[in-house]
């Protein structure tokens, strides 16, 4: 994934390459991991001027962003990620730095300096902890091979800057500012950084040497091309709720097998590199265990989106790895919020549905309460109520909750 | 709950002119002598327009432009004298027991004021309740602490923004809509050239007191107004913007009638 | 609550190198508010303000909804009094296009508090950029002589400012009323309150 385009905006790219590449006969070959050497050692720092002048401009950006109020702080999770970049970061994992920005996109972006911002709702929608460590090892490989500062050399080839003269040892160090909303501009347009938009073949260079990350470390390596079978479905599930196409660009993937032929070079790759008779993991009970108290927060940010046909998939993408009161509960949040005919109903019963398990969170109780008071189901009303106040006593609609108590 | 979408009239403007001005408090007086004053760190940001009409972040663009602004802010504040400190960093002022995080808010609440000045006072969306009152927003107590704690008279605050054809194409004007689909939106995010504000914040009350508005034309193929990716352009928009303070209003009657 | 104005400044080209800005003209994007009685939104409700505010014209508004109305004091980033009147149920508090991917839910006429709570919230998070939304309180409230309630709320939206809201309203046969105050936590909203308190109990509906 580039620095800047998100999943989506990729999968466009992707689709817009391939269309050409279909168009001329020229297919792009699938690069071997084993091909794949990082460019970069440990305590990697730049020699080249103009590769200087880009680090010290990144330095700014990357402290701006470790400013920004956007950012989810909470340290198990980011001792959590720090680790997981340890483990796929190839020779470089002590250097890289991760940041987890509280966004509803599913989007990972890597810096040339090598620090790298996950969005949260990046987080909802790995199923496992290889899926995610999938997602660094690729973004990491970008940073271990240079693609920015390649990329960026051409592009400088390319086009007319004005600034190349001042790149270079001579941007002054102490120069500051502000970045503010800069990084939920990243989630919207998806840039930061446009002469880093990377090509099909540095894509496919970050998807084979991710591969080989992740399996060195001991990870499922099939797990990558899965992420984006998963991507793909959601966007086909949201857009076929709204009874339209993909987005624009997207129109390309079903007639141009682009995106399906990563994912087939994806899982040629991780075969590639399976060494037979090791164990491979997902460890997604690790996994689960760390984001577990975000989990429900995550879930939140997306349900309430109101895009019924990518949180429904979501939903159901978590679900195979099992039921559990937490996503029935948002099961039924999306239908209550989705509202078509019939949905009110559906959402009253797949409350009741969840109010069973141990785990149900607390507005699961009042949701229920709700609905049975709607339907004049006093006595049963009253005990949901009841048994929400006493779970949550301190609720922000404690209040309210009372009066409905007197009145049944 | 609605959008307010105000055209643009005259989208492919060709004056290439440039306009600046200025609004004040009407009892604002100009600082001079030994006023203690902290400039907090501009907020600049360039970008390259798009075929689109994006505008897209640029940070190498950027992180000169800014370095040349600070270089053209220090000079001139070198050449009025007073007690001057540029803030850097955010923890720059962690000595005088105001952490980042303080500076943060402050910096946050002033884009959303600024950005408001900006649209009510020079877009044309003019809010009726401020009719002949000069410049009537304040930043609130917040600011009022800062001064306290650090003993400075005033805060200035710089916003500059511009944008550049990427490969020499001529910018088309647009509407401001890139960067608005989902949150936040300021003035000339998605216009093309060149848009400056600078602010002047009294810390003993916290109002904005003095306010002033730069404008350069179209970013037409050829004419370069003022680029501030390089230190003579930064000098200039510095030099626009600051050098020339006018009084508050009832001020201006005063001296007026005492024949000054 | 309509914050979010993309504007250019292109329109002050339009006179070249003539005089920018200027009190006496303007397109109209805002008219005044005297602080005396007057109805809003559709003509159903009747408020009284305690001082001046800023009406948002409706005339270069593109998603005007009749029984909606805005006004503001310092400018939408800062403090916004939006009014919903009348609003029958499976209607929208804005417009949108059926094709986007994230909408904003329809009222009900059958909505209690926390669904209309649910449906404000999704609004910010789907128009009004909020990153962040914290609810931090629903009781009950009189409002216009009915059962009504009050909604608090915290939200932290893009640009990375933190704003606070306050909704009071009701559902009176089976249309809903609603006054909500939303502003910049820092010193603005708690300066607008007073009006939006004085207001909400000033508030009758017109028969």
């Known amino acids: 994934m580039s620095v800047l385009v998100s999943r989506r905006g990729l999968l466009a790219g992707g689709g817009a390459i391939a269309a050409a590449a279909l168009g001329t006969g020229i297919a792009v070959a699938r690069i071997l991991p084993g091909a794949m050497q990082p460019l970069i050692g440990p305590g990697y720092k730049p020699t080249d001027r103009d590769e200087i002048g880009l680090w010290q401009q990144m330095e700014r950006v990357e402290e701006e962003i470790a400013g920004s109020n956007l950012l989810i702080k909470d340290p198990g999770l980011n001792d959590y990620l720090r680790d997981l970049i340890g483990n796929v970061g190839g020779p470089a994992a002590k250097d890289m730095r991760i940041y987890l920005a509280r966004i509803p996109e599913f989007n990972a972006v890597m810096f040339p300096t090598g620090f790298a911002v996950v969005f949260s709702g990046l987080l909802l929608r790995m199923r496992n902890e290889a899926q995610l460590a999938g997602v660094i090892a690729h973004e990491s490989a970008h940073f271990l091979r240079k693609h920015q500062i390649r990329q960026w050399r051409d592009v400088r080839r390319k086009t007319d800057l004005l600034a190349i003269a001042a790149m270079g040892a001579g941007v002054a160090g102490g120069a500051a500012g502000v970045y503010t909303g800069d990084l939920a501009r990243l989630a919207q347009l998806g840039t930061i950084l446009t002469m880093l938009r990377y090509n099909r073949s540095l894509e496919a260079e970050a998807d084979a040497m991710g591969v080989r990350l992740l399996a060195d470390a001991g990870y499922a390596p099939m797990e990558m091309s899965r992420t984006w079978e998963q991507l793909i479905g959601e966007l086909d599930a949201s857009a076929k709720y709204r009874r339209k196409k993909r987005d624009r660009g997207y129109s390309l993937f079903s007639t141009h097998p682009a995106p399906e032929a990563r994912m087939a070079d994806l899982k040629l790759s991780a075969s590639e590199v399976t060494i037979a008779g090791r164990s491979y993991e997902d460890h997604r009970a690790r996994y689960l265990r760390a984001i577990g108290a975000i989990r429900p927060t995550l879930l939140d940010d997306q349900v309430k989106l109101n895009d019924p046909g990518a949180s429904q998939y979501i939903i159901d993408t978590l679900a195979q790895d099992g039921w559990n009161g937490l996503l029935r509960f948002y099961e039924a949040e999306v239908w209550r919020l989705r509202n078509r005919a019939g949905d009110d109903a559906r959402a009253a019963q797949g409350y009741a549905v969840a109010v069973q398990y141990a785990d149900a969170p607390a507005d699961a109780w009042r949701w229920h309460g709700i609905m049975l008071q709607k339907a004049g189901r006093r006595a049963e009303a009253k005990y949901a109520f009841a048994h929400y106040l006493s779970v949550a006593p301190d609720a922000p609609d404690a209040p309210f909750i009372r009066q409905q108590l007197q009145f049944l | ?260 | 609550m309509s914050r979010f104005i993309p504007l250019a400044l292109t329109a002050i080209l339009v006179t070249a190198c003539s005089s920018v800005g200027g009190e006496g003209f303007g397109y109209g994007g805002y008219t005044l508010v005297r602080a005396q009685q007057r109805s809003v939104g559709d003509g159903s409700m009747i408020v009284t303000p305690p001082r001046e505010w800023n009406r948002q014209s409706s005339v270069w508004a593109i998603d005007d909804i009749r029984q909606v109305e805005d006004w503001t004091l310092n400018g939408p980033y800062l403090d916004s009094m939006s009014f919903v009147t009348g609003l029958k149920g499976g209607r929208y508090i804005i417009r949108q296009s059926k094709r986007t991917a994230q909408q904003v839910p329809k009222f009900r006429s059958d909505m209690t508090a926390p669904e209309i709570a649910a449906m404000l919230e999704s609004f910010y998070r789907v128009k009004a950029g909020a990153i962040d939304f914290k609810t931090t309180g629903l009781s009950p409230r009189q409002f216009m002589g009915y059962p009504g309630f009050q909604f608090d709320f915290d939200h932290l939206d893009t640009d990375e400012v933190w704003r606070r809201g306050r909704a009071v309203g009701a559902v009176i046969d089976t249309r809903l009323y609603l006054v909500l105050l939303d502003g910049a936590r820092a010193h603005y909203y708690a300066a607008a309150l007073p009006d939006l308190e004085a207001v909400v109990n000033s508030a009758r509906l017109k028969r």
């Open chain 2, 1 to 260: 709950m609605r959008r307010l979408i105000i055209a643009a009239t005259c989208a492919a403007a060709l004056s290439a002119c440039v306009q600046t001005k200025q609004y004040a408090d009407v009892q604002f007086a100009p600082p001079e002598g030994e006023y203690k004053l902290l400039v907090m760190r501009p907020d600049v940001s360039v970008g390259s327009v798009t075929t689109g009409g994006l505008v897209e972040p640029r940070a190498d663009w950027t992180e000169q432009s800014r370095a040349n602004l600070l270089a053209a802010l220090k000079a001139q504040q070198a050449s009025r004298g007073g007690n001057v400190l540029i803030l850097e960093k955010r923890d720059g002022l962690a000595t005088m027991g105001v952490n980042s995080d303080t500076v943060a808010e402050l910096e946050r609440l002033h884009y959303a004021v600024g950005a408001s000045i900006a649209l009510h006072r020079y877009s044309g969306a003019y809010l009726p309740t401020k009719r002949r009152k000069g410049l009537d927003w304040t930043l609130g107590q917040q600011a009022v602490d800062l001064g306290r704690r650090t003993g400075y008279d005033y805060a200035l605050f710089l916003h500059a923004e511009d944008s550049f054809a990427s490969t020499g194409r001529v910018a088309l004007q647009v509407l401001g809509a890139a960067g608005c689909i989902v949150g936040f939106c300021a003035p000339n995010i998605g216009g093309g050239g060149q848009f400056a504000y600078a602010s002047l914040v009294d810390l003993r009350t916290g109002e904005v007191v003095w306010f002033n508005v730069l404008q350069a034309g179209t970013q037409i193929a050829g004419i370069s107004m003022g680029d501030i990716r390089k230190p003579e352009g930064a000098a200039q928009m510095v030099d626009r913007l600051l050098n020339r303070m006018k009084p508050g209003r009832e001020v201006q009657r005063a001296m007026k009638a005492s024949g000054q």
